[in-house]
């Protein structure tokens, strides 16, 4: 094995925390002596120990001398949980090789720099590109101090999200539908309009097995949401604007939680407002599952960071069938929502389609 191989191992290790150390990073560290994997660990859940001192924790032999694999530079500073850095020096690892560099603020090259100080040779950015990919949540929350939003929908190739009479299970195969869940379980919040609530009565949980739950948010300005629907309980945000406290505790008294707004220029919930109420509560990740009107006040609040489509090789036809993004739209061409990085992968029958939003 090589260092490419400890790398890859780091990474895989990584992946085991996604979903459950939000807002934190996916984070993961093997440590190898003599061309022996003596330790691994990763970050299983934020506000517990980090990658590195669970690696360290887990050694088989005394470490001194060893060679650390992590995938993102180790941390200096006192936070939830003691600096990584001060456990690498005592522990005696000889050599530390990173993946990512660490944005945090409280980190950011210090990390490394303490390391070398130290007398432990650092290689920065091994398998960078790899490493980053774990972690675009975390780069984006940690920057910005808001949610990284990603707008999901299916639609059919002539790019319809129901049919004429508002049936819509299903437009995407199968294996879609399980690699959504999995996407669920990796944000931590995920959002749908009334108009979803009414005609879907969704439960928007995660598929059993696949992880966590995520927070449910209701966006719904006149707070019409039914008090029946399979949403309203506890892990349930309603965003309105209506402020009635009668009205609200309804809602509230089944578990469910109503936060009042401001309204919008068009009268709807203010969806900037939103986002950094949910940034304020450590919301790192947000997905919008529609329908089509909240996808427009979305993309035009410019909230929307990233597009994942679902296209399934099928045509509904019809004029009166809607499609993902509805709202007036744009005049002209010219005036269009533009995307780049985009990837294209296929799932069975289906296309992903995964585009960032250029900022307007
Ligand atoms: C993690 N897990 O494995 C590594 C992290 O509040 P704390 O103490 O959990 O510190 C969180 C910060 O520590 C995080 O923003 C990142 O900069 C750094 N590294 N964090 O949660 C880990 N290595
Ligand atoms: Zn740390």
């Not at 890859?8 to 990073?25: E, F, Q, S």
């Not at 456990?87 to 944005?103: C, L, M, N, T, Y």
């Not at 006149?222 to 309203?232: D, E, G, Q, W």
Request: charge should be neutral; charged fraction near 20%; proline fraction near 5%.
């Amino acid at each position: 094995m090589n260092d490419k191989d400890y790398m890859t191992l780091a990474i895989d290790l990584a992946r085991r925390g996604g979903g459950y150390v939000n807002p934190n990073p996916q984070v993961g560290a093997v440590i190898v002596r003599d061309g022996v994997i003596i330790g691994q660990g990763y970050h299983e859940k934020c506000g517990e120990l980090h990658a590195e001192r669970n690696a360290l924790a887990s050694c088989t032999t005394d470490p001194r001398g060893a060679t650390m694999y992590v995938t993102l530079e180790p941390c200096c500073h006192y936070g939830k949980t003691p600096p990584c850095t001060a456990a690498i020096i005592e522990k005696g690892i000889a050599r530390v090789v990173i993946g990512s560099r660490d944005p945090n603020p409280k980190v950011s090259g210090k990390g490394a720099e303490q390391l070398r100080a130290a007398g432990i040779e650092v290689v920065r950015d091994f398998m960078q590109g790899e490493c980053d990919e774990l972690n675009a949540i975390f780069f984006h929350y940690i920057t910005k101090g808001r949610p990284l939003v990603t707008m999901k929908y299916a639609m059919t190739m002539d790019g319809k999200i129901a049919t004429h009479t508002g049936a819509s299970k299903w437009i995407s195969c199968e294996a879609s539908r399980i690699h959504t869940h999995e996407a669920r379980a990796r944000n931590m919040a995920i959002m749908v309009g009334l108009g979803t609530v009414v005609n879907d009565d969704p439960s928007l949980t995660a598929r059993a097995g696949i992880g966590p739950d995520p927070l449910r948010i209701v966006c719904d300005s006149n707070l019409y949401t039914p008090l029946s629907a399979k949403i309203v309980g506890p892990g349930t945000i309603i965003a309105t604007c209506e402020s009635d406290v009668d009205k609200c505790r309804k809602f509230t008294e089944k578990g469910a939680e109503v936060l009042t707004l401001g309204r919008n220029k068009n009268g709807q919930v203010d969806l900037c407002e939103l986002i950094a109420a949910l940034g304020e509560r450590k919301i790192d990740s947000l997905i919008i599952e529609g329908g089509s009107t909240l996808n427009w006040s979305a993309l035009e609040a410019g909230i929307v960071d990233k597009l994942q489509v679902y296209v399934a090789t099928k045509v509904f036809g019809g004029a009166e069938a809607k499609s993902p993004v509805g709202g007036p739209g744009v005049e002209l061409p010219d005036y269009a929502f533009k995307l780049q990085n985009t990837r294209i992968t296929n799932i069975e029958s289906d296309i992903l389609i995964e585009s960032q939003v250029i900022p307007c």
